[in-house]
């Protein structure tokens, strides 16, 4: 069946630092991609997403990479913020399928 | 302000009793989607509406039960029939069913059984 999953469930960084998560993907005729934040107690939010016909796309202080070659999604944050510290999910945008996620840990 | 409103926050049950979670959406979206969370752990599909009137199981839909009979409403029963069901549960809804989309989460429900 189909998945995605991150690749380190747990990542610390320094404040100030960049940060990147990483998720691979099983079904290569995944088109869209889409990267979400989960804070504690809270439900998840939409940060980013990406179509299968770029390799890259930046928001505020945020860029996802795709690697389709090797079914490979990465979410670069930069300059990372206390308020950065949550739960990242990917997905390929099918609904049945989300992984465990990486829970992210600033330390000021 | 359009999104998706969840409620309560925090439910507490006690053992056999059927408890309904409130969903609502005022995005104009189709698809409505229930998952559950369990600490440290990803999103499970518990059910799922593309229409209204029409629901489909998910991967743990075993003692729950939904409705779907406005487009905007889409509420979660949690039967005695469920084990195990202290979690966090989740609603969501796309523009798209299962074919691909940006999800929209609701806040959350917390149910506990005492």
């Known amino acids: 069946g189909e998945s995605v999953g991150l690749h380190l469930p747990t990542l610390s960084v320094q404040e100030g630092d960049n940060s990147i998560i990483n998720c691979a993907y099983s079904?290569?005729?995944?088109?869209?991609f889409i990267w979400y934040k989960q804070e504690s107690g809270k439900g998840p939010q939409f940060i980013i997403d990406?179509?299968?016909?770029?390799d890259k796309r930046q928001g505020q202080r945020v860029t996802v990479l795709l690697n389709k070659t090797v079914k490979h999604l990465s979410l670069q944050i930069a300059a990372t913020q206390p308020g950065d510290s949550a739960v990242y999910f990917c997905s390929t945008g099918n609904q049945f399928y989300f992984g465990t996620g990486t829970s992210l840990t600033v330390i000021p | 302000d359009g999104g998706i409103t969840q409620s309560p926050k925090y439910l507490f049950r006690k053992e056999g009793q059927n408890v309904t979670l409130s969903c609502e959406q005022n995005l104009n979206h189709d698809a409505m989607y229930w998952y559950r969370q369990d600490p440290g752990q990803g999103l499970r599909l518990i059910y799922y509406?593309?229409?209204?009137?029409?629901?489909q199981k998910g991967d743990i839909a075993e003692g729950y039960s939904v409705s779907r009979e406005k487009k905007e409403s889409f509420p979660l029963t949690v039967t005695s029939a469920q084990k195990n069901p202290t979690a966090f549960y989740l609603c969501?809804?796309?523009?798209?069913?299962?074919?691909?989309?940006?999800?929209?989460f609701g806040p959350g429900t917390r149910l506990t059984v005492l």
């Open positions: 509406s593309q229409i209204v009137n029409d629901f």
């Open positions: 969501a809804s796309s523009i798209m069913g299962l074919a691909g989309g940006r999800m929209f």
């Open positions: 990406i179509r299968s016909n770029m």
């Open positions: 079904n290569s005729a995944s088109d869209y």
